[in-house]
């Protein structure tokens, strides 16, 4: 099924705007590319469901048609320099999020620093493992680009969220089962 974008889309973001971000990313861009277009979409919904689940209620704005079944487009709703945006549209920057929220789901968040590794502060071996993480390290929330990229539509004092329960099953290895041919 194809991929629609908008309030009542199955989507924030569209194929190829996450294409276009997730492809010049190097670290990234050889497993993205090797999922087919029906699994790209498929992580694409389940990335705009994750981000509506961190960040309902923390919105600036009201949707823009209350019936919408997305959190965007958004009513009275201003870029970083106060610029009002087009409530029919979703905001660039959300397609940005978008995208990062499907690195996790993609299976190898390893490859990125929005994972909790990069929280490791020292590694020995010496026939044992002795691994140290930063304060605060695995408090989780959304990938840090993601916040980046979702800040401007942030109500003022509303702190980055931490993730919902339910993006957290959402992420597990469980409820994504692709077979890209790894062992």
């Known amino acids: ?6 309030g009542n889309g199955d989507s924030l973001a569209g194929l190829a705007a996450v294409d276009a971000v997730l492809s ?3 670290h990234v861009a050889a497993t993205w590319e090797a999922f087919d277009q029906a699994e790209q979409e498929n992580l694409i919904r389940l990335a705009t469901l994750a981000l509506e689940l961190d960040y309902r209620g923390k919105l600036k704005g009201k949707k823009a048609d209350p019936a919408q079944k997305r959190l965007f487009p958004r009513s009275n709703l ?3 320099e ?4 087009d409530e029919d ?3 660039q920057g959300v397609d940005v999020a978008v995208a990062y929220y499907v690195i996790p789901l993609m299976g190898d ?8 590794t990069r929280n490791l502060s020292r590694l020995r071996v010496e026939g044992a493992v002795d691994l140290h993480f930063r304060k605060g390290a695995g408090q989780g929330g959304p990938p840090r680009m993601s916040a980046r990229a979702m800040s401007p539509f942030v109500r003022i004092g509303v702190p980055i969220p931490p993730p919902s329960a339910e993006t957290e099953k959402l992420f597990s290895s ?5 077979d890209r041919g790894k062992s």
Not at 1 to 6: F, H, K, P, Q, S
Not at 82 to 85: E, T, V, Y
Not at 109 to 116: G, H, I, K, S, V
Not at 174 to 178: A, G, R
Request: no cysteine.
């Open 82 to 85: 106060g610029n009002l945006l």
């Open 78 to 80: 201003t870029d970083e």
């Open 89 to 91: 549209t979703v905001p």
């Open 1 to 6: 099924m194809a991929l629609t974008v908008g």
């Open 109 to 116: 968040a390893d490859l990125t620093q929005d994972d909790e």
């Open 24 to 26: 010049v990313n190097r």
């Open 174 to 178: 469980d409820n994504f089962p692709v």
